[in-house]
Antibody
């Protein structure tokens, strides 16, 4: 049974950075392609980026390309998403998600990490 | 970039009803489309992938179909636990992973 367990809620000031973690259990991180999806309060889902096994590279949505870094630590089976230069509108739930196979359909989801950007 | 437009944005129905939610893609996505269900305070759950394949464990009252760039999620015999928000997602072309804006299904 695959589980994705994310780090806890964060409160950051505008201009700061945040790093959210996603620990994998039941599989090894190298067996999964981790993606990140965010959801502002009361709003829809927004795909941010993730690992594409077909191209063997991390793909990031254009909107986030200059501010997001997605990394992995296979020794601890933990994926990370760092978002820099935070803005008020970055306040949202951030989810890690993963497909079971080499697809982009997200079978597994973390519980979400709430980021609040506030001065 | 591919855009997904869901309709309606809001849907009111009753237990036992049959409802249909539509997702229109701005260009061909070659059946690479999924449907997710999200309940308040929870992560989304994959219901259907490849336009019409039911994810394991999902009740058979959920079904998906496609006609060109129009995709449909149908829920037959609505149950109380089906009242949630539903999202479509395309995984065909960059930006792969794009979601529709969501459809809120309420009693």
């Amino acid at each position: 049974q695959v589980q994705l367990v994310q780090s806890g809620a964060e409160v950051k000031k505008p201009g700061a950075s945040v790093k959210v973690s996603c620990k994998v259990s039941g599989f090894t991180l190298s067996e999964l392609s981790i993606h990140w999806v965010r959801q502002a309060p009361g709003k829809g889902l927004e795909w941010m980026g993730g690992f594409d096994p077909q191209d063997d590279e991390t793909i990031v949505a254009q909107k986030f390309q200059d501010r997001v870094t997605m990394t992995e630590d296979t020794s601890t089976d933990t994926a990370y998403m760092e978002l820099k230069s935070l803005k008020y509108e970055d306040s949202a739930f951030y989810y890690c998600a993963a497909p079971e196979t080499d697809t982009w359909y997200f079978d597994y989801w973390g519980q979400g990490t709430l980021l609040t950007v506030s001065s | 970039d591919i855009r997904l437009t869901q309709s309606p944005s809001f849907l009111s129905a009753s237990v036992g009803d049959r409802v249909t939610i539509t997702c229109r893609a701005s260009q061909d996505v070659n059946s690479y489309l999924a449907w997710y269900q999200q309940k308040p305070g929870k992560a989304p759950k994959l219901l259907i992938y490849a336009a019409s394949t039911l994810q394991s464990g999902v009740p058979s009252r959920f079904s998906g179909s496609e006609s060109g760039t129009d995709f449909t999620l149908t829920i037959s015999n609505l149950q109380p636990e089906d009242f949630a928000t539903y999202y479509c997602q395309q995984v065909d072309s960059f930006p792969r992973g794009t979601f529709g804006q969501g459809t809120r299904l309420e009693i």
